[in-house]
């Protein structure tokens, strides 16, 4: 009952990872909206100089997730949240414009991806790589052209159009590097799952704890030491090697905006230099730790990929293997005729039926069982009319074998052989009295027997195994009452001596 109570909620989330329902499309502009101002509030300098545009990775990471489902609902509402995002600062003219350009940018970005094959779900070196070249440098580049064609022309903005096409672009670029990778990560479930230990806590506490005081140095000095954010990348580093992909985005992302949220508020962790070259400084080290996180972190997640899916490879290559060993071990214990255990099994057998009524001081039986006259059966009625016949004894024997103890096995030829734990004499000599008649009553013709038809005779010898004894003294005295059963007429049974018995 509980399980069906639990299976519409696991429903629901799954649907709304795998289509974009009514609350996606609620909630996607509010979250653009959001990370609009968020940029606007920590990532835009006094100077009004954009260190990361966040924003467009929110359409990028839903369009991704989605596989392009509604791709034009979800283009049209961030479309639109842009706008009204951005038109206190730009104007309606300025905000459609932009947000062309931003629109531009994901877009582009999304098809080259689509285009080249990549996985989405960027879990691979391979497909990282290519959301870099088709987001950060083409879709930002492209949209970067653009906007500082709107910036030069339109606006009159005092730095050159080149100037500007750079700003945009690292601005832009940083943002779907930094950005993207993290909501991917947190929309779909982890390859593999990864439990934090007290050491991976101290670490990622000791890392925040450093990036404050990193990037709340004034001027980039702690009493008089210097310090730059350049500190921050092993420890990055060792994160991605901890703790994974979802926890090193999230890493990356809290120092990025960190950073340029403090130079926003003029504690210029970077030194004091100018504003744009203090930019440039803060783009090439989030860049840098871009790379050194969320790159070691993806390649690390793609090797333990490799490596546990070879390990798979190897476990189910190992139970191949182990079942074809046991089909082989089957086969070379059984008699390829008849499919009962032939006679390298027999004699594993009674070794151990041999040591276990030892120890257990049992009576153990072993009755030996040829086919009457089998050579003239098989040259008056042919070789496979033979081998029909020994599989009919085969398959009699079979059904009286009850118990889990008792055994049977082709000796080799037309004999057989059978193995049982007895009661007693009596109850040894009635079982295979009862087998002698089962034979007999099969009706298989045999014109050259005095019987008319296929019979067996059956010798029996029974001993309880003692220090002394040994399997072949058992196997000698079952051969010699089998002789005397075919001496004294055959299709009958005989017990070894009585004074043999125990």
Excluded at 218 to 238: C, Q, R, Y
Excluded at 326 to 336: H, K, P, Q, R, W
Excluded at 345 to 351: G, I, V, Y
Excluded at 401 to 424: H, K, L, W
């Amino acid at each position: 009952m509980m399980a069906l109570q639990g299976q519409p909620a696991m429903n629901k989330r799954e649907n709304f990872w795998h289509h974009p329902g009514w609350l996606f499309c609620l909630l996607l502009p509010l979250f653009h909206f959001a990370s609009v101002k968020l940029t606007f509030f920590c990532a835009v300098t006094p100077e009004n100089v954009v260190v990361v545009w966040l924003p467009n990775a929110v359409l990028l990471a839903a369009l991704l997730r989605f596989e392009g489902r509604r791709a034009p609902l979800l283009a049209a509402l961030t479309f639109t949240s842009d706008v009204l995002a951005n038109v206190n600062a730009f104007g309606w003219m300025g905000a459609v414009l932009f947000s062309v350009c931003n629109l531009t940018e994901v877009l582009v970005t999304y098809a080259l991806m689509r285009r080249s094959g990549a996985s989405f779900s960027l879990q691979r070196l391979k497909d990282l790589m290519i959301f870099i070249l088709a987001g950060p440098v083409v879709g930002a580049l492209l949209a970067a052209f653009m906007a500082a064609a709107v910036l030069h022309f339109l606006f009159h903005a005092p730095p050159s159009y080149f100037t500007l096409t750079r700003l945009w672009w690292f601005g832009d670029g940083l943002g779907l590097l930094i950005y993207t990778p993290l909501l991917v990560s947190l929309s779909q479930p982890a390859r593999h799952e990864r439990r934090l230990t007290r050491l991976d806590d101290t670490l990622l506490i000791f890392t925040l704890l450093l990036a404050t005081a990193v990037l709340s140095a004034h001027g980039g000095e702690i009493d008089g030491v210097s310090v730059t954010p350049t500190l921050l990348l092993p420890a990055v580093a060792l994160i991605a090697f901890r703790c994974g992909i979802r926890l090193t985005t999230l890493t990356v992302a809290l120092i990025s905006l960190s950073t340029a949220m403090m130079m926003t508020t003029g504690l210029k962790p970077f030194g004091d230099v100018p504003v744009h070259l203090e930019t440039v400084r803060a783009q090439e080290f989030i860049l840098t730790l871009c790379i050194v996180g969320i790159g070691f972190a993806v390649l690390l997640d793609e090797l333990h990929a490799r490596e546990r899916d070879l390990e798979n490879r190897v476990r189910l290559r190992t139970r191949e293997l182990e079942k074809s060993n046991s089909l082989l071990a089957a086969m070379s214990a059984t008699d390829g005729l008849t499919g009962i255990a032939n006679r390298r099994r027999f004699d594993e057998m009674l070794a151990s039926e041999w040591n276990r009524c030892r120890r257990g001081n049992r009576l153990l039986m072993l009755a030996m069982l040829d086919v009457d006259l089998f050579k003239q059966y098989n040259d008056h009625y042919g070789h496979q009319a033979g081998d029909d016949a020994l599989c009919a004894v085969a398959d009699e024997l079979t059904t009286h074998i009850r118990r889990n103890s008792d055994f049977v096995a082709r000796y080799g030829g037309e004999e057989f052989a059978i193995i049982a734990e007895a009661q007693d004499l009596p109850h040894a000599l009635a079982m295979a009295d009862m087998i002698c008649r089962s034979i007999s009553a099969l009706g298989i013709g045999h014109e050259r027997s005095p019987f008319q038809v296929l019979t067996a005779s059956v010798g029996v010898a029974l001993i309880v195994p003692c220090e002394d004894d040994h399997p072949l003294d058992l196997m000698k005295l079952a051969d010699a009452a089998l002789y005397r059963a075919k001496q004294q007429g055959r299709n009958r049974v005989e017990v070894a001596d009585a004074e043999m018995v125990t």
